[in-house]
């Protein structure tokens, strides 16, 4: 498995450029962009700009392998509103199109929610209604994931929804799209589950890996933790993953980041992921 890094795990006033070449000098494969709303790879990013982006990663040695984005959470697929899930449908096609100039092969998408304690006044959506929302948009969207050749990868989120692995394996198979995956975040499954039930059940359906590490004794978004320091087996989640043949990208998403000097998480997280990985640790 390749090691990479998401963006969200540098400091928010990073720039791309500094990221990726941090990134590089921390021992990573890969580091997985995020498309913003606006700022220097958003919405609004021209392909002059995204081609500059791809340029200085090509020049310092470093993959992109995929293409994150929030936008999901504000606007979802799963809403009930008819104009905001054609805006979602939207985004979801301006980000198949940037993560094609950039060389990734899967975007990450939050498909919506039910909804979501952590973002006040956040819409409730009856849960068959966000649903079968849902999985008209992701078959609609499944075309433009084929023509871009980048996967779609439904991440299982903190939104109320697709709740257990087998209503994700259901749901996926439903739309029926080899294009249209899942994004599995190892960490989020530990408040109500295990990561490597998800595997099991998931199987060759999985996109691609976030990982995260989260303590069961802890409260809410304070509960993540650095890679192992939390309550995540990943010596068995690294076994379930090679067994189900997984020999991509395993992307580490930190959160929350290092009050002072937060360039170190990038590097003890490569440490963490060298040691789960059975790598040569970079020794930083």
């Known amino acids: 498995m390749k090691k990479g890094i998401n963006r969200w795990s540098f400091p928010d006033d990073m720039p791309a450029a500094d990221c990726i070449r941090l990134a590089k000098r921390a021992g990573f494969d890969g580091i997985e962009l995020a498309l913003a709303e606006s700022g220097e790879l958003s919405l609004a990013s021209g392909p002059a700009e995204i081609a500059a982006i791809k340029r200085i990663a090509d020049d310092v040695g470093i993959a992109i392998p995929s293409l994150a984005s929030g936008l999901g959470w504000s606007y979802g697929l799963t809403s009930g509103s008819k104009a905001t899930r054609d805006q979602a449908s939207d985004i979801v096609k301006r980000q198949l199109e940037a993560a094609a100039m950039l060389g990734a092969d899967t975007i990450l998408v939050v498909p919506g929610a039910v909804g979501v304690d952590f973002i006040p006044g956040a819409e409730v959506t009856e849960y068959d209604v966000a649903y079968d929302n849902a999985v008209e948009a992701l078959r609609r969207l499944a075309p433009y994931a084929e023509a871009a050749n980048v996967s779609i990868g439904v991440e299982n989120v903190w939104n109320k929804f697709l709740l257990s692995p087998l209503e994700m394996r259901t749901f996926l198979d439903e739309i029926g799209s080899a294009y249209v995956g899942a994004y599995l975040d190892v960490g989020n499954t530990v408040l109500y589950g295990y990561p490597e039930h998800w595997i099991k059940v998931l199987n060759r359906r999985i996109k691609k890996v976030h990982f995260k590490d ?54 003890s997280t490569s440490g963490a992921m060298d040691a789960i990985l059975g790598r040569t640790t970079n020794g930083r």
Do not use: Q
């Open 214 to 267: 989260y303590r069961r004794g802890g409260a809410g978004l304070s509960a993540f933790v650095d890679l192992l320091a939390g309550d995540v087996d990943y010596p068995l989640v690294t076994a379930k993953l090679g067994e189900i043949g997984y020999a991509d990208y395993v992307i580490a998403e930190m959160i929350p980041p290092y009050r002072h000097f937060p360039e170190r998480i990038i590097y």
